[in-house]
């Protein structure tokens, strides 16, 4: 079973983001190395004809390894992003973006992650894009 103080910890930090408060994310889910967070398709995330904007999409990426890294520690830990790249696989238009986030290789200073992204629509999801990110563990 993951550790409840771990996911109380990444709760309580996620609730103090306010990137992710402004795009109306939500953790849907916190394992040992994976994150999942949903963002809903709201205007000011979207390009005019409907799509999510790729910065959003770069962005949510971004959060969901960073969190995916620290659920590795029991510590309160943070990460900065020292690599990352990304490639866009198909528009974004639907009902809920998902990003999932998997730790690939956890190190004591460095951290690589997976971050896939896909779109929801009527029940089916098709993924959109796919991230690859390596994280130094910061001191606090």
Do not use: C
Not at 24 to 45: C, K, W, Y
Not at 107 to 116: E, F, H, K, R, S
């Amino acid at each position: 079973m993951f550790d409840p103080q771990i996911s109380e910890r990444i709760n309580a930090s996620f609730g103090r983001q306010k990137l992710m408060q402004f795009y109306g994310a939500s953790l849907e889910n916190i394992d040992h190395g994976a994150i999942t967070i949903t963002v809903p398709p709201t205007d000011f995330l979207l390009r005019t004809n409907g799509i999510f904007h790729g910065g959003v999409i770069a962005a949510l990426a971004d959060s969901a390894g960073g969190y995916a890294a620290t659920t590795l520690y029991a510590e309160d830990v943070s990460f900065l992003t020292i690599e990352f790249k990304i490639n866009y696989l198909r528009q974004a238009k639907g009902e809920k973006l998902i990003a999932r986030a998997r730790v690939i290789k956890g190190g004591a200073t460095i951290t690589v992650v997976q971050t896939d992204l896909f779109i929801l629509n009527a029940g089916k999801e098709s993924q959109v894009a796919t991230a690859l990110l390596t994280f130094m563990k910061a001191s606090k």
